[in-house]
């Protein structure tokens, strides 16, 4: 466990009337004596309405370690639809064109198998990470945290003072200087979501177009314009209004993770047996127990610093609960009253469960690997399909309009197809299509038949596929086509022909 250093120890504000650590929490009364209480959600009151948070920032070794990590996403997160891989942006989900970039692999909607692999591959990921770190994920990387603690409540925060004035303001009738300051925030909230919207557009449409249609006239592009509208309003429905009840309300992972986390995984826990029993310590007390007389009473204070500082209002003390995001934020409060009343730190820790009750602790367990063998076999088959792909992607149909075949005066039999050619390279080819089976069969294409295919561009032609009529029985014929650049790019196509029955 980090221990922070005494200069970067935070001095945590001191609780005044506003800034009491937050309600436990509420419970609403039971009607008789032999009912349990009923549990409320921390963010809400007892009647249901919201009740709005206040976290008071704690600094100290997690959270600058936090903001290390955050703001370096922010930067990918922000780079990764403009830097260029492979003649593409890093990433680039062009659903328009049904096609999606990840750093210079290209995938397509007909790769159903691929694009199944990478979802399974993504959700196993989730799980052992969950199992092995705890929420880390919401902690560390979700852009609801990152955004909402690293972006938006510093600029709160810049605005409007620390959590106990704006606390202290909001209760009041709001004076002339105070609305300028509530105009001041939202118009930096909305200039964040302007920027947020754009970037996460820039993930479906590219920059180059993203510029352009930033460029031009809205009547030209009204679809985008709507689209960015609607993207910036829920940003700002969720980071101004929303907030922690994304978390606690909406997200589906919080629910879940009671199924993902075991006795060994890591999670932010509080040491009763270090801790409890908690209570106040008059200075003659501390001076007692620095002198070594013996006391009753464990190393919490209950002083309330991890409650107030707690971006979803819960108390770390009651032990793991949905609603605990692993902001860390309660470790560090805990850390600098630590260091104040002369503890050791890490009264609240990041730990697991066994090892917060010195139980023995089990690195291996069986359910790790089982999900590390599952994610090594979706990976395995991901690479090997990846490996063992065409450059080029075929298909043939038969249109449904006409006559299925025509008897040609020459005793010849045509039948009227679709072909379906992909260039899945990075580079501009030309493609043809051969007939292999069966002999003597010519294509004779209706139209231009050009196959000189952009990357990733699909064309459909419409051609005759011309056949010795000697060659069908019973009605039928198998015959099969090659599609080739003349290279390594080449896929064969099986199809039956329709001929005349002898
Ligand atoms: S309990 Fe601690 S780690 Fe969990 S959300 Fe609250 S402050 Fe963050
Ligand atoms: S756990 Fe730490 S921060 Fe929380 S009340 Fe006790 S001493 Fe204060």
Redesign the pocket.
């Known amino acids: 466990m980090q221990t922070p250093s005494p200069s970067s120890a935070p001095t945590p504000e001191p609780p005044t009337p506003e800034t009491q650590p937050a309600e436990p929490r509420a419970h609403a009364a039971p009607s008789n004596v032999l009912e349990a209480p009923e549990e409320v959600l921390t963010t809400l009151q007892k009647d249901g309405r919201r009740r709005w948070m206040y976290p008071v920032l704690s600094l100290g070794s997690w959270l600058t370690r936090r903001r290390v990590v955050g703001y370096l996403l922010i930067a990918i997160f922000m780079l990764l639809p403009i830097i260029p891989v492979g003649g593409y942006p890093a990433i680039l989900l062009d659903v328009l064109h049904r096609r999606f970039h990840f750093f210079g692999l290209t995938l397509f909607a007909n790769d159903t198998v691929l694009l199944m692999l990478f979802g399974i591959g993504v959700l196993v990921s989730v799980v052992l990470v969950t199992a092995l770190l705890g929420r880390a994920w919401c902690?560390w990387a979700c852009p609801q945290t990152v955004y909402m603690e690293l972006v938006f409540r510093p600029i709160e925060a810049l605005v409007e003072g620390p959590a106990s004035r704006r606390q202290r303001q909001d209760g009041q009738e709001l004076e002339i200087d105070g609305l300028m300051k509530k105009g001041l925030k939202y118009g930096l909230f909305l200039l964040v979501a302007l920027v947020l919207a754009h970037t996460f557009v820039a993930y479906f449409v590219s920059w180059g177009d993203l510029l352009t249609f930033m460029t031009s006239s809205p009547s030209e592009h009204w679809g985008y314009f709507v689209m960015m509208a609607g993207v910036t309003a829920l940003i700002m429905f969720d980071f101004a209004y929303f907030r922690e009840q994304m978390c606690t309300l909406a997200c589906p992972y919080a629910r879940i993770q009671s199924v993902l986390l075991d006795r060994d995984s890591l999670i932010?826990s509080y040491d009763p047996a270090r801790g409890e029993p908690r209570g106040r310590r008059s200075a003659k007390a501390r001076k007692e127990e620095e002198g070594g007389a013996k006391i009753a009473l464990g190393d919490c204070v209950d002083c309330g610093a991890?409650v107030r500082?707690?971006?979803?209002g819960?108390d770390?003390r009651d032990g793991l609960q949905m609603?605990?995001?692993?902001?860390?934020?309660?470790?560090d409060a805990c850390d600098a009253i630590m260091l104040k009343v002369n503890k050791p730190v890490g009264l609240i820790r990041y730990s697991s469960l066994n090892a917060i009750e010195q139980q023995p602790r089990r690195v291996f367990r069986p359910r790790l690997a089982i999900y590390v063998v599952v994610l090594s076999v979706v990976l395995s088959v991901f690479g090997w399909l990846i490996i063992g792909r065409s450059a080029v992607d075929a298909g043939v149909v038969r249109p449904n309009n006409g006559a299925p075949f025509m008897e040609l005066p020459e005793g010849q039999v045509a039948n009227r197809l679709r072909f379906r050619v992909q260039n899945r390279s990075g580079e501009e080819a030309t493609f043809r299509i051969e007939a292999l089976e069966p002999a003597g069969t010519e294509i004779k294409y209706i139209g231009s038949g050009d196959l000189s295919l952009e990357p990733s561009e699909m064309v459909h032609v419409d051609a005759w596929v011309v056949a010795p009529a000697a060659a069908f029985h019973s009605g039928s014929t198998p015959a099969r086509f090659r599609v080739t650049d003349g290279g390594e790019a080449n896929v064969e196509l099986s199809f039956k022909l329709l001929g005349p029955s002898r």
């Open positions: 902690g932010v991890c500082t707690c971006p979803t819960i770390i609603e605990c995001i692993n902001c860390m934020q309660c470790i």
